[in-house]
Protein backbone atom coordinates (compact mmCIF):
# COMPACT_ATOMS: atom_id res chain seq x y z
CA UNK A 1 0.00 0.00 0.00
CA UNK A 2 1.09 3.60 -1.09
CA UNK A 3 0.37 6.36 1.01
CA UNK A 4 0.92 10.58 0.20
CA UNK A 5 1.04 12.57 3.38
CA UNK A 6 0.68 16.01 2.85
CA UNK A 7 1.59 18.88 4.92
CA UNK A 8 1.56 22.72 4.72
CA UNK A 9 -1.23 24.74 3.33
CA UNK A 10 -2.99 27.00 5.48
CA UNK A 11 -3.78 30.85 5.41
CA UNK A 12 -1.74 33.61 3.82
CA UNK A 13 -2.11 37.07 2.64
CA UNK A 14 -2.27 38.00 -0.99
CA UNK A 15 1.92 38.68 -2.11
CA UNK A 16 2.50 36.13 1.26
CA UNK A 17 4.16 32.99 0.78
CA UNK A 18 3.04 28.87 1.67
CA UNK A 19 5.08 25.72 1.69
CA UNK A 20 3.35 22.24 0.35
CA UNK A 21 5.14 18.90 1.15
CA UNK A 22 4.56 15.38 0.36
CA UNK A 23 6.48 12.42 1.42
CA UNK A 24 5.49 8.80 -0.29
CA UNK A 25 5.60 5.74 1.81
CA UNK A 26 5.20 1.94 1.28
CA UNK A 27 5.93 -0.23 -0.94
CA UNK A 28 7.95 1.78 -3.86
CA UNK A 29 10.09 0.60 -6.21
CA UNK A 30 10.21 4.00 -8.17
CA UNK A 31 8.24 7.05 -8.58
CA UNK A 32 7.18 8.77 -11.85
CA UNK A 33 6.22 12.10 -12.04
CA UNK A 34 4.93 13.94 -9.19
CA UNK A 35 2.86 16.76 -8.89
CA UNK A 36 0.20 19.04 -7.26
CA UNK A 37 -2.81 19.47 -8.63
CA UNK A 38 -5.66 22.00 -7.11
CA UNK A 39 -9.66 21.83 -7.03
CA UNK A 40 -12.07 24.85 -6.61
CA UNK A 41 -15.46 24.55 -5.54
CA UNK A 42 -17.41 22.30 -8.14
CA UNK A 43 -14.58 22.11 -10.33
CA UNK A 44 -12.07 19.25 -11.82
CA UNK A 45 -9.06 18.83 -10.23
CA UNK A 46 -6.25 20.68 -12.56
CA UNK A 47 -2.65 20.92 -12.62
CA UNK A 48 -0.42 23.27 -11.08
CA UNK A 49 2.70 21.68 -11.35
CA UNK A 50 4.38 18.43 -12.27
CA UNK A 51 7.95 17.27 -12.25
CA UNK A 52 9.42 14.33 -13.62
CA UNK A 53 11.65 11.93 -11.72
CA UNK A 54 14.88 13.46 -13.81
CA UNK A 55 13.81 17.00 -12.37
CA UNK A 56 11.76 18.51 -15.52
CA UNK A 57 9.31 20.71 -14.51
CA UNK A 58 5.69 21.62 -15.70
CA UNK A 59 3.68 24.74 -14.40
CA UNK A 60 -0.13 25.89 -15.17
CA UNK A 61 0.10 29.25 -16.94
CA UNK A 62 -1.06 30.80 -13.68
CA UNK A 63 1.30 30.35 -11.60
CA UNK A 64 4.64 30.56 -13.68
CA UNK A 65 7.42 32.27 -12.05
CA UNK A 66 5.20 32.47 -8.40
CA UNK A 67 5.02 28.40 -7.56
CA UNK A 68 8.23 26.07 -7.83
CA UNK A 69 8.16 22.45 -7.63
CA UNK A 70 11.02 20.52 -6.61
CA UNK A 71 11.16 16.74 -5.10
CA UNK A 72 14.29 14.73 -3.08
CA UNK A 73 14.02 11.00 -4.84
CA UNK A 74 15.92 9.63 -2.43
CA UNK A 75 13.28 10.66 0.19
CA UNK A 76 10.35 10.59 -1.96
CA UNK A 77 8.92 13.66 -1.27
CA UNK A 78 7.80 16.50 -3.41
CA UNK A 79 7.56 20.26 -2.77
CA UNK A 80 5.10 23.25 -3.80
CA UNK A 81 6.54 26.67 -2.92
CA UNK A 82 4.19 29.15 -3.36
CA UNK A 83 5.35 33.01 -3.29
CA UNK A 84 3.53 35.66 -4.33
CA UNK A 85 -0.06 34.23 -3.68
CA UNK A 86 -3.33 35.38 -4.85
CA UNK A 87 -6.69 34.99 -3.63
CA UNK A 88 -7.70 33.03 -6.78
CA UNK A 89 -4.55 30.29 -5.70
CA UNK A 90 -7.45 29.77 -2.86
CA UNK A 91 -8.09 25.78 -3.31
CA UNK A 92 -7.60 22.41 -2.40
CA UNK A 93 -4.47 21.00 -3.22
CA UNK A 94 -3.87 17.60 -4.01
CA UNK A 95 -0.34 15.67 -4.29
CA UNK A 96 0.03 13.18 -6.71
CA UNK A 97 3.17 10.40 -7.90
CA UNK A 98 3.09 7.75 -10.18
CA UNK A 99 4.18 4.56 -7.89
CA UNK A 100 5.72 1.81 -9.01
CA UNK A 101 4.69 -1.17 -6.90
CA UNK A 102 5.85 -4.12 -8.63
CA UNK A 103 7.86 -5.29 -11.85
CA UNK A 104 4.95 -6.60 -13.73
CA UNK A 105 2.94 -2.94 -14.21
CA UNK A 106 3.96 0.18 -15.01
CA UNK A 107 3.05 2.80 -12.61
CA UNK A 108 -0.12 3.90 -11.00
CA UNK A 109 -1.30 6.43 -10.01
CA UNK A 110 -1.75 7.81 -6.13
CA UNK A 111 -3.14 11.11 -4.68
CA UNK A 112 -2.82 12.84 -0.78
CA UNK A 113 -5.73 13.52 1.36
CA UNK A 114 -5.67 16.92 -0.06
CA UNK A 115 -4.70 20.28 1.86
CA UNK A 116 -6.75 23.99 1.91
CA UNK A 117 -5.06 27.02 0.82
CA UNK A 118 -6.40 30.39 1.71
CA UNK A 119 -5.72 33.34 0.57
CA UNK A 120 -6.88 36.29 1.87
CA UNK A 121 -7.32 40.00 -0.49
Known amino acids: QVQLTESGGGFAQAGGSLRLSCEASGIILRITTMGWYRQFPGKPRELVAS???????NYDDSVKGRFTISRDNAKNTVTLQMDNLKPEDTAVYYCNAGVVVTTTRLWDPYWGQGTRVTVSS
Open 51 to 57: ISNGGLT
